[in-house]
């Protein structure tokens, strides 16, 4: 059975078709071991053509969904997406698309109980295989806040990203500096690749990310090296065997100990009936 809570319900929203569920559940670990304590972390509603409309994030401390958004769509694009922080409106981001179909701008406004305070605009430029290229930021005000450039490879893999800072704002992960050496296996995957990231700190980190897949090629392991060549993490995933779908994901630090357990869950929903469900294996 869907449940959502009476937080979600209870903001003044339209009913939305929900033909598929995806939840993400995280289990507790403790000293190394997966227990059977779990909990969900995220769930993802769909409607019947695939777009995802409601997304909801749960408290890894009390285990109940204080954050969530929704998304307004035109067609198949994203025309708008409002976060809900801690259960109140917190953030609006407003989409505008090029000819092709690419994301041109997008509007970041920051709510309060009393106003609605434009934040940021970000304008997107894009080369002949369809890559983001740059992206301008912009204030309130008009004036550019960072600009970054990235170039890519024949594959779509991002290869340099340069950002240059001119005001407090920065990207959200703080990368003012990205370069990546990828080598591909005999069959095009990406096998492995060297990348070295500068961050607004100025901090340098250098590591070395190694890839595994499956049969049906889906990325099965993850293994992070610093310079030394020591471990810095790793992830192993699993995927459904029906259905190709990733199923569960094992994080380890740099000991090997396992410290995150996460796995999903696909419902669908055939009729109106949110009491009726169908878990798909």
Same mark, same amino acid.
């Given at each position: 059975?869907?449940?959502? +809570?009476?937080?979600? %319900?209870?903001?003044?929203?339209?009913?939305?078709? &929900?033909?598929?569920? *995806?939840?993400?559940?995280?289990?507790?670990?403790?000293?190394?071991?997966?227990?059977?304590?779990v909990f969900p972390i995220y769930q993802e509603l769909f409607d019947s053509l695939g777009r995802c409309h409601t997304e909801i994030e749960w408290s890894l401390t009390d285990h109940y969904p204080h954050n969530f958004s929704w998304n *307004?769509?035109? /067609?198949?694009?994203?025309?708008?997406?409002?976060?809900?922080?801690?259960e109140k409106l917190n953030t609006i981001e407003e989409f505008t698309y090029n000819k092709d179909s690419l994301l041109a701008k997008r509007v970041v406004k920051n709510v309060s109980p009393t106003d609605t305070i434009l +934040?940021? *605009?970000?304008s997107y430029k894009y080369d002949s295989n369809r890559n983001p290229i740059e992206i301008i930021a912009m204030?309130?005000?008009g004036k550019k806040v960072y600009i970054s450039k990235?170039?890519?490879?024949?594959?779509?893999?991002?290869? *340099?990203?340069?950002?240059?800072?001119k005001d407090k704002f920065t990207p959200q992960d703080s &990368? %003012? +500096?990205?370069? +990546?050496?990828? %080598?591909?296996?005999? %069959? /095009?995957?990406?096998a492995s690749e060297q990348r070295t990231i500068k961050k607004l700190d100025k901090t340098t980190t250098k590591v070395t990310i190694k890839y595994s897949y499956d049969k049906n090629n889906n990325q099965i392991g993850v293994l992070v090296l610093n310079e030394k060549g020591k471990q810095v993490s790793r992830e192993v995933r699993e995927y459904q065997f029906s259905r190709n779908r990733l199923s569960l994901i094992n994080y380890f630090n740099s000991n090997d100990v396992l410290v995150k357990f996460i796995t999903k869950r696909y419902e669908i929903y055939r009729t109106n009936d949110r009491k009726v469900r169908e878990i798909e294996y």
């Open positions: 059975m869907l449940f959502i +809570s009476n937080s979600i %319900i209870a903001q003044n929203r339209a009913p939305q078709n &929900i033909r598929r569920v *995806t939840v993400t559940f995280q289990y507790v670990v403790e000293n190394g071991k997966r227990t059977e304590t *307004t769509f035109n /067609g198949k694009q994203k025309v708008l997406a409002e976060f809900y922080l801690n +934040s940021l *605009t970000y204030s309130a005000k990235s170039t890519y490879n024949s594959k779509g893999k991002e290869l *340099t990203r340069k950002v240059k800072v &990368i %003012i +500096s990205l370069l +990546s050496v990828p %080598i591909y296996d005999s %069959i /095009g995957r990406l």
